[in-house]
């Protein structure tokens, strides 16, 4: 769920930047660290499950 919620803050970041919003450069650098520390994050799950979970379980999860 945690994950979820940094994904959307962080793709809420992405989307202002690309669209020409200027953003601070310490709230860059935060938000391109924030991303590596997620996909560590997803990527070591996914190495300990033996595979990427499906939608069906990040759903189940969210919704726990």
């Avoid at 945690?2 to 919003?21: N, T, V």
């Amino acid at each position: 769920v945690k994950a979820f919620k940094d994904m959307k803050k962080l793709y809420g970041l992405r989307s202002k930047a690309i669209h020409g919003e200027q953003l601070d450069e310490e709230k860059l650098v935060s938000a391109v660290h924030d991303s590596f520390e997620l996909l560590r994050k997803l990527l070591l799950d996914a190495v300990s499950r033996g595979g990427l979970r499906t939608e069906e379980e990040y759903f189940t999860e969210l919704l726990a």
